[in-house]
């Protein structure tokens, strides 16, 4: 591909061609916005880390008409309050069960699961990887994971993985229409 940063990771032409027909991404928060860490002080009140940056490419996404989203496992009110600021299409926090809340999002939208990402990085996610077609990774996601993803940022969660991934996708719309 032409013009690829190195900051990012390689990305091979058939998943260059997924990507440029995607219609919705979905993230996994905790180890994919965040690092994985939750601080927690004496009260019991939690505090998570979020990047602008990361929010930047969203946006970004958006005005390109992809929805995004995000499915997480845990009932945080930080996060829940962070992806309404994000102004995310689907935010479900306190998920059971990834692959359900997934799939219910895809029959809603009436999509397709070839023009669907997820990225994930633990366990969990590998439920949410089989109702898509594009199946993401952070760096320091976990090795099963890693197995099974279509591709895998330079970044780590937290630290520019989710910007990194929009700025992908970007790149392979903008691509896609160039015919490159």
Do not use: Y
């Not at 939750?38 to 005005?63: A, M, T």
């Not at 219910?104 to 109702?131: T, Y």
């Amino acid at each position: 591909m032409t013009n690829w940063p190195d900051e990012w990771a390689p990305l091979s032409k058939e998943v260059s061609i997924k990507l440029s027909k995607l219609k919705m991404i979905i993230f996994d928060v905790d180890g994919v916005f965040t690092d994985g860490t939750i601080l927690r002080d004496e009260l019991g009140n939690e505090q998570r880390r979020f990047s602008v940056l990361d929010g930047h490419g969203v946006s970004r996404l958006r005005d390109l008409g992809i929805l995004v989203g995000v499915v997480s496992r845990e009932p945080s009110e930080i996060t829940k309050s962070r992806m309404e600021k994000l102004k995310m299409d689907e935010i479900h926090v306190g998920s059971k069960d990834k692959s359900v809340t997934v799939r219910e999002i895809l029959l809603r939208r009436n999509l397709d699961q070839s023009v669907v990402a997820f990225m994930g990085d633990d366990i969990p996610d590998l439920a949410a990887f089989s109702q898509v077609g594009i199946k993401l990774a952070p760096a320091n996601a976990q090795p099963q994971i890693r197995k099974k993803a279509d591709w895998i940022s330079k970044s780590k969660g937290g630290n520019g993985a989710v910007r990194e991934t929009c700025e992908v996708i970007i790149h392979s719309i903008e691509s896609g229409r160039q015919g490159d």
